[in-house]
């Protein structure tokens, strides 16, 4: 695989995938709307179908975004306690990603 490949790979996030999953569930949505007026037992047994899967998806989606809240939280969390209890550590790790920063944004 290419390495430009592979950094846009590396580069998709949780929310990235989250977001492909509402846009899918939306589609869905739309199109069980759009057929609700066929018949036929085919139509009827697809529709039923894309409503069961389609109820699926928006618990997983549901379930995902809760977790990845909590997740959040939790980092959040452990970075407030370690900041506490290691100021002048965290002090030096802002100054040196600050000193970072700058010099790249000055190359540029």
Not at 47 to 62: C, K, T, V
């Amino acid at each position: 695989m290419p390495a430009e490949k592979q950094t846009r790979a590396a580069q998709v996030t949780t929310e990235d995938i989250l977001e492909d999953l509402r846009a899918v569930v939306r589609d869905a949505d739309a199109l069980l709307r759009a057929t609700e007026g066929q018949a036929g037992d085919k139509i009827a047994d697809l529709r039923a179908r894309a409503e069961e899967s389609l109820g699926s998806a928006r618990q997983r989606l549901s379930d995902a975004g809760a977790r990845l809240e909590e997740r959040a939280r939790s980092a959040a969390r452990s970075t407030d306690t370690y900041v506490h209890e290691n100021p002048w550590t965290a002090v030096a790790i802002a100054a040196g990603i600050g000193y970072v920063l700058g010099n790249i944004g000055r190359r540029r």
